[in-house]
C-alpha cells in the first residue's frame, strides 16, 4: 500500500476534529494514526458498576520502588548530557480534585536530537551516550511529581510521508485505583508540529488536547541552570471510598 | 463528583521498552512458593497477528483475599540504583509483563481469594500497546471459578459466546492460558471493560 501523504493525514484530521465534544480520551478507533487499525476493539466496552470491584483498590509503591537519581534524568551517567536543561513539576489530582499521594511516575523520552535510548529506533540521530531518558518518582504529599531533564527533540515516523512527532515526553501514572491508571505523553508550549501528528490529533475536542501542553513557567527557571514547565495531570476514573486517604 | 476534565491518554508508543518493563515484573508470586501459578497468553490483532509491542499489567488480590497490595514491586537498591527485585515476603500484587517478539506474555502469581465471601477472584488486566490510544481493561478467570462465575452479574449479562473470553483455560496443572484479541469477529474479541 502507498503511504498516505501529510496531505491525506491533514485532511482526516481536519474532518474529525472537533468530533466527541467534551470527551478526554481518544477514540481507540482513530484512523489517521495508522497502527489503531488493527489493534482497537470493534465491540463497545462492557460497563462496570461494581462498587466493590477489585479494580477500585490499585498497586501500591513505597520509598524503596525508587531511588533518588531516578527523578534526575541529567545524572544517570559520568557526563552531562546534550541540549537544553529543564525541570517539569506537576500536580496529579483525581477528577474530585484530591491530591493523587505517594504514587508512581515513570517518564521516558528522546533525547535532544529526538533519538531513543532504544534498539528499534532507526532514526539517525545521535545517540548521547550521557542520556538515557527513564526517570521515575513518587508522588509527595500534595501529589507533586517533580523531574530535571533535558528538552527531547521531535523525530520522525513511518505513520505517512514526512511524519513527524511533537516533542514529548511520555508518562506513566497510577492513581488509588486500578481504573485511574494513565499512560500519556506531555507536549511543549507553541511546538509547530502539533496539527499535523495524529497521535496529539487523536483528542479531538480542543480543551482536551490543549490539557496535553505543558506551560513554560519562568518562576520555575533556575537561574543559569535550567527552565521550568509546569503540567498537572488529572486521572480519570473511580476509586473506592473506603480506602484511606493517602495510603 | 468529577468536577476536574481529566488528562487525556495517549499511546504507550513503540519505545516504553526500555522503561516501564522491569526485571521481575512478571514474577508476583515469592520464587519457589509451592502454590504458584503461572498465567500467559498471546496478544493478537484484528488480522490474528501476535502483538509484539504490547503491556500487560496485572492487579489483583492476595491469596488471603486482601486488596491492600504492598510497596516493593519496583524494590530498587539505593546505592547502585540497580532493581533488587522484590523480596518475596510480601505479596504486592502487581505485576507488569512486556509482550515478547511472538507477542507472548506471563505472569507467575498466587491465585487471588475472594475480596469479600461470594466474590468470584480475578485477576483485573489493563493492556496497553503501540497503536492503542487508550488502554484496555479485562479479567482473568481461573477456570475453577467457572460456576460461581456463572452467577456473576456483569457475566451473567454477556451474550453467551463472549463469555468464554474472560476465563483462562488449564493447558496443565498450574498453567493456564489466556489470549488478548484486541480485535476480533463475533467470539474471540475479547471483553473489555469500562469503569465510569
Ligand atoms: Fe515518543
Known amino acids: 500500500m502507498t503511504p498516505s501523504t501529510q496531505a491525506d493525514v491533514s485532511a482526516e484530521i481536519a474532518a474529525l476534529r472537533g468530533t466527541r465534544p467534551g470527551l478526554a480520551h481518544p477514540d481507540r478507533a482513530y484512523a489517521p494514526y495508522r497502527s489503531s487499525a488493527l489493534r482497537h476493539p470493534r465491540k463497545p466496552l462492557v460497563v462496570v458498576r461494581d462498587p466493590e470491584a477489585v479494580e477500585l ?101 513511518r505513520n505517512h510521508t514526512n511524519a513527524w512527532r511533537p516533542a514529548h515526553i511520555h508518562f506513566s501514572l497510577f492513581g488509588r485505583a486500578f481504573t485511574q491508571r494513565l499512560v500519556t505523553q506531555m507536549y511543549f508550549p507553541g511546538d509547530p508540529l502539533f496539527p499535523y501528528d495524529p497521535i496529539l490529533q487523536a483528542v479531538t475536542d480542543d480543551a482536551a488536547r490543549d490539557r496535553l501542553v505543558a506551560a513554560y513557567d519562568h518562576d520555575l527557571s533556575v537561574p543559569e541552570w535550567s527552565l521550568g514547565y509546569r503540567w498537572d495531570i488529572v486521572l480519570d476514573g473511580p476509586a473506592a471510598t473506603w480506602i484511606e486517604e493517602g495510603r | 463528583m468529577g468536577t476536574l476534565p481529566p488528562t487525556p491518554s495517549q499511546t504507550v508508543g513503540p519505545f516504553y521498552g526500555y522503561a516501564l518493563p522491569f526485571p521481575g515484573g512478571e514474577e508476583l508470586a515469592p520464587a519457589g512458593h509451592p502454590g504458584t501459578i503461572t498465567v500467559r497468553g498471546t496478544v ?152 465510569p
Not at chain 2, 105 to 131: K, N
Not at chain 2, 172 to 186: K, N, S, V, W
Request: hydrophobic share 35%; proline share 9%; with cysteine.
Open chain 1, 57 to 157: 483498590s490499585g498497586p501500591v509503591f513505597g520509598t524503596t520502588d525508587v531511588t533518588e537519581l531516578d527523578t534526575d534524568l541529567t545524572r544517570q551517567h559520568t557526563g552531562e548530557p546534550l541540549g537544553e536543561r529543564m525541570t517539569v513539576t506537576g500536580r496529579v489530582l483525581d477528577r474530585d480534585g484530591r491530591p493523587v499521594r505517594g504514587q508512581l511516575v515513570e517518564i521516558w523520552q528522546a533525547n535532544a536530537a529526538g533519538r531513543y535510548a532504544h534498539q528499534r529506533d532507526g532514526h539517525p540521530a545521535p545517540l548521547d551516550p550521557n542520556f538515557t531518558g527513564v526517570g521515575r518518582c513518587r508522588t509527595d504529599d500534595d501529589g507533586r511529581y517533580a523531574f530535571t531533564t533535558i528538552k527531547p527533540g521531535p523525530y520522525p515516523w
Open chain 2, 44 to 195: 493478537y490483532d484484528g488480522a490474528g497477528a501476535p502483538v509484539p509491542d504490547a503491556l500487560v499489567e496485572v492487579w489483583q488480590a492476595g491469596p488471603d483475599g486482601s486488596l491492600a497490595g504492598a510497596p516493593g514491586s519496583l524494590r530498587r537498591d539505593p546505592v547502585t540504583g540497580a532493581v533488587a527485585g522484590r523480596h518475596g515476603i510480601d505479596f504486592t500484587g502487581f505485576a507488569r509483563s512486556a509482550t515478547d517478539a511472538a507477542g507472548h506474555w506471563f505472569v507467575r502469581t498466587l491465585p487471588p481469594a475472594p475480596h469479600r465471601s461470594g466474590a468470584v477472584p480475578h485477576l483485573a488486566v489493563c493492556v496497553f500497546a503501540r497503536g492503542l490510544l487508550h488502554h484496555l481493561y479485562t479479567r482473568i478467570h481461573l477456570p475453577e471459578h467457572a460456576t460461581a462465575l456463572s452467577t456473576d452479574p456483569l457475566f451473567a449479562a454477556l451474550p453467551p459466546n463472549r463469555r468464554a473470553t474472560l476465563v483462562a483455560a488449564e493447558e496443565r496443572p498450574g498453567t493456564y492460558r489466556f489470549d488478548i484479541h484486541l480485535q476480533a469477529g463475533a467470539s474471540e474479541e475479547t471483553v473489555f471493560l469500562a469503569f
